[in-house]
């Protein structure tokens, strides 16, 4: 099973894939930010990358053409969104169904969009999460393949939770893509989210 990686920043999840799964099984890292660290991360271990910036483009549509263009030329199995930071059109999705996934800071379906962790201090919430979800043409509304959760306590800011949160998530996204390289289960055929505990 062969991996494209899509990234905005720091690619600290593409890091735990790496040192979890291997360079080897990863044969494109795509980012939509020329500056994004993550590029620099896997240039370091040998992997293919592009920039395909969003900015050069005048429409979603002709950005999302040009990125299944780059994509198509490696052919991957499953595209992994690692803190890809844009939209991706209905017809770029439609392309791939079932073959994209995305990792999500919040217990979805609660806190869809940004700012999950903040808006979870503010409801009052005493327990977040992360979540893996196929990606569909919905934000963030895709079947989870996977959650965990952690407890917020009290006094802890925004910043403190995000750090329990990423830590959270460099065990599940490594685990999860493991566990579909080696036919574990299969992405159309999960009906309830495998409860990841540490
Ligand atoms: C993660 O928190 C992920 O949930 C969100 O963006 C962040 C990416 O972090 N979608 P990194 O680039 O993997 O360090």
Known sequence: MQLAILISGNGSNLQAIIDTIGADKINVVISNN???YGLIRACFHGINTHVVNHRLYDSRDQYDQAL???IGYYNPDLIILAGFMRILGASFVQKYENRILNIHPSLLPKF???NT???AIDDGEYEHGVSIHIVI???DGGTVLMQGSYYLEDGETAEDHRAKGLALEHQM???LI???IDGKIQIDKVC???EFTL
């Open 137 to 139: 043409p919905e934000l």
């Open 112 to 114: 869809k969009g940004l």
């Open 192 to 194: 309830k989210p495998i």
């Open 34 to 36: 020329p500056d994004a």
């Open 173 to 175: 996204y490594p685990k």
């Open 68 to 70: 299944h263009q780059c």
């Open 117 to 119: 962790y903040q808006r």
């Open 178 to 180: 493991q566990m579909l």
